[in-house]
Structure formats: structure tokens, C-alpha cells
């Protein structure tokens, strides 16, 4: 029983590090988004509030990246190629 978990491991780990690669996906696409400049859509007054949810959102996409590194080799895989 314990063996087949074991076992499975290597897949789960890819399976997480497909998805964290998924969600950096989303959050750089969140921060580039964003309007930088005033204009319809934002006002002046809350610029400086979306410059603030931007530096975040860069922050959280760069601590996921080198998780990413960290997952199994593509070797590892059943198939041996990376699906990401």
C-alpha cells in the first residue's frame, strides 16, 4: 500500500509544479493587466494603489519560480517529457 504511494510521488510532484505554473501564469498576466496611467477606467487618486497590488502580484509570481526548479527531473516522468 505504502509502495504505491511512494510511487506516485514523482507524479503528484509534477502535477503540483504544473500547476504553480499555471497560477504564475495568471498572476503575470494580473500584473500586466493593470492600467499604469490614469484615464478612464482609474482615477489619479488610485494609481499609486494599483503600482501597490503590481509590486505585490510581481513578488508572489517571483517566489513561485524557482519552486519550480525544484520539482522532479523530466527523466522521472512515465512519458519522460515535461508537460509544461
Known amino acids: 500500500m505504502w509502495w504505491s504511494a511512494v510511487r506516485s510521488l514523482p507524479i503528484f510532484c509534477c502535477q503540483a509544479a ?7 501564469c495568471q498572476y503575470l ?3 500586466f493587466s493593470l ?3 490614469a484615464g478612464p ?3 489619479a487618486d488610485k494609481l ?3 503600482e501597490r497590488w503590481r ?5 508572489i ?5 524557482p519552486a ?3 520539482g522532479p527531473e523530466p527523466a522521472s516522468r512515465p512519458s519522460g517529457l515535461p508537460r509544461m
Open 68 to 70: 519550480l526548479g525544484h
Open 48 to 50: 499609486e494603489a494599483v
Open 55 to 59: 509590486r505585490v502580484i510581481f513578488a
Open 35 to 37: 492600467k499604469s496611467t
Open 41 to 43: 477606467g482609474l482615477r
Open 18 to 24: 504544473e500547476l504553480e505554473h499555471a497560477l504564475m
Open 61 to 65: 509570481a517571483g517566489e513561485e519560480m
Open 29 to 31: 498576466c494580473a500584473a
